[in-house]
């Protein structure tokens, strides 16, 4: 009997749905050759979604996603949306109020080279080479969902004692957040290579201190045979470039696991590349790492391996259909190898009869499935 799986997506904005369209093509394929049929419902988030009802996470859209067995977003934002009117939506808003809204509190962020783009990254080769980590960055706590203000204080602050703007945002966090995320790292950690490497501030912050005394509380209770490291998180910045091979499982606070994981995803020579999954209580969600690249939407030339790589990750952590996940890796690897790319990972050019676009580079993929 056919397994039939419903899907939200989410193609946001940009080069979304030029990208989001070569997922749902390799899905097709995957569900074809697995006898798996897969249902889509379209959906609006982001600065598409400000634009038709006025707000970057319609109820409409929170509602389908919930319903759903998975959601595959591609990318929200763009310039014509920016601003620092608190008053007014931003995209950002919308992917950070889906996260929150369907409970999904961890995110997995693997970063890997791909032999047949080591010399895309901006590090020389004998450093990367061996590259896998996985970065796991907590979602729902930190700065980013703290409270705020921004106000004009009359009576001024510090030495000077001038009147003008003061803002705030706090950063805070609670046990069983830590806990939870914790747990999520060390058991990724049983299933690589048996090393976390917990990053915080903890020489100066208190969430910090408490960041660290958690984990080091459950390594030690749950999880004794995992090795277990504390950086600093200016520390793991240098270290990243330094000695990437020697990282297994990262797990890091809100903020410095967005900071960090996109430094990781430049030592493998391109954010288009990269694919994320965002787990909890709730439905997951799956994007690619990179942004809604404005400039070049609706050009055909957008880079759609970080959508289908994600789309692998949903097979795994969604569908439990492992199999199918490892013929996707197995098939971008294979159009890697022959040489394809699309131009954002072009490295010589002796490929310029290889460059293809959008299109034809998820039709390579199919072909290889």
Known sequence: M?????ICLLPGDGIGPEIIAEGVKVLDAVGAKYDTAFSYTEALLGGCAIDACGTALPDETL???????????AAVGGPKWDTTDPAKPRPEQGLLGIRKALGLYTNLRPVQIFNA????????????DGVDMMIVRELT????????????????CGTSG?????????????????????????????????????????????????WREIVHRIGAQEYPDVE??????????????SRPVDFDVVVTENMFGDILSDE?????????????????????LYEPSHGSA?????????????????VEMMLRYSFDMNEAADDIRRAVTAVLDEGWRTGDIKQVDTLADKIVGTVAMGDLVVSHL
């Open 294 to 310: 404005p400039d070049i939407a609706g050009r055909g030339i957008a880079n759609p391996l970080a959508q289908i790589l994600s």
């Open 162 to 210: 001038a009147a003008g703007q003061r803002a705030y945002d706090t950063l805070e966090y609670r046990e069983y957040e830590v806990e939870r995320i914790a747990r999520q790292a060390f058991e990724a950690a049983r299933k690589r290579r048996n090393k976390v490497t917990s990053v915080d501030k903890a020489n100066v912050l208190e969430t910090s201190r408490m």
């Open 63 to 73: 509602r389908v996603a919930e319903a759903s067995d998975a959601v595959l977003l």
């Open 228 to 241: 277990l490291e504390d950086l600093l998180v200016d520390n793991t910045a240098m270290q990243l470039i």
């Open 141 to 156: 706590g930190g700065l980013y969902f703290g409270r705020r203000e921004r106000f004009y204080d009359e009576d001024g």
């Open 264 to 284: 990781a995803a430049q030592i493998t020579g391109s954010l288009g590349m990269l694919a994320s999954a965002s787990l909890g209580d709730g439905t997951a």
């Open 2 to 6: 056919t397994k039939t799986y419903n």
């Open 117 to 128: 783009l080591a010399d895309a990254s901006t590090l020389k080769p004998e450093i990367v």
